[in-house]
């Protein structure tokens, strides 16, 4: 007996379009493709926090040491900003990693999801190609310049301005006894030359802070 091959063949359709078995396959993985891309948005998310919250305990302790006792050097301080600049650079190449992932998830949400429940067409826009081609081969979406000021205004800034205002504090206001020169002194360098190279420091990191904001800005909720 021969059986009819029109019965046992999967169904194809003359235009080319995908039959219902492939279409249902597609959203299966599309679904699960999504939920791993937030997953891993989540997990990046959280590197970020965790690097920001040893910032803030980092400064904590130190502004907690500088001024528990005047017999404990206001350096230290320094040595702080020199730690959050640290914890800066390392969050930026965090950020960068989690600006791929966090990209893929719109890509989904404004090309797929977003079509399904709006009622307008089709914008023309091809998802499934921009999805393609960053799976094929990653790239960042944001320039290490980029993420180094964005997380510089979003966080980081406000703790090393923090600092300077406590190393200020502990070179004036905690020590009456001396002048600011004589207190700010560093392994027998003068006051004046660790004020000036503070000064320079700090005057490069708000002009860093300052100029980025005139040009292509890294927003959280930007496309």
Do not use: C
Request: no cysteine; aromatic share 12%.
């Amino acid at each position: 007996m021969v059986k009819d091959s029109s019965r046992t063949s999967e169904p194809e359709t003359d235009d080319g379009r995908p039959t219902l078995d492939e279409q249902e396959a597609f959203a299966n993985l599309t679904g699960d493709f999504y939920r791993g891309e937030v997953e891993r948005t989540a997990s990046w998310r959280g590197r970020l926090d965790q690097t920001t919250n040893w910032a803030v305990v980092v400064v904590g302790a130190i502004l907690t040491w500088a001024f528990s006792s005047a017999d404990n050097p206001h350096y230290v301080i320094l040595i702080g900003v020199f730690g959050v600049t640290a914890f800066l650079v390392m969050e930026a190449n965090r950020y960068r990693e989690y600006d791929v992932w966090r990209n893929r998830v719109r890509v989904l949400q404004t090309g797929l999801y977003a079509e399904m429940y709006s009622r307008s067409s089709d914008d023309g826009s091809d998802w499934r190609t921009v999805l393609a081609d960053g799976l094929r081969d990653p790239t960042f979406g944001v320039t290490f310049r980029e993420a180094l000021t964005h997380r510089l205004r979003r966080s980081y800034l406000a703790l090393l301005l923090l600092l300077l205002a406590a190393w200020i504090a502990r070179v004036t206001a905690f020590e009456t006894s001396e002048s600011w020169t004589d207190t700010a002194s560093i392994l027998g360098i003068s006051g004046a030359i660790v004020a000036a190279v503070v000064g320079l420091f700090y005057a490069v990191v708000v002009l860093v802070a300052a100029v980025s904001l005139r040009g292509s800005t890294v927003q959280e909720f930007a496309e």
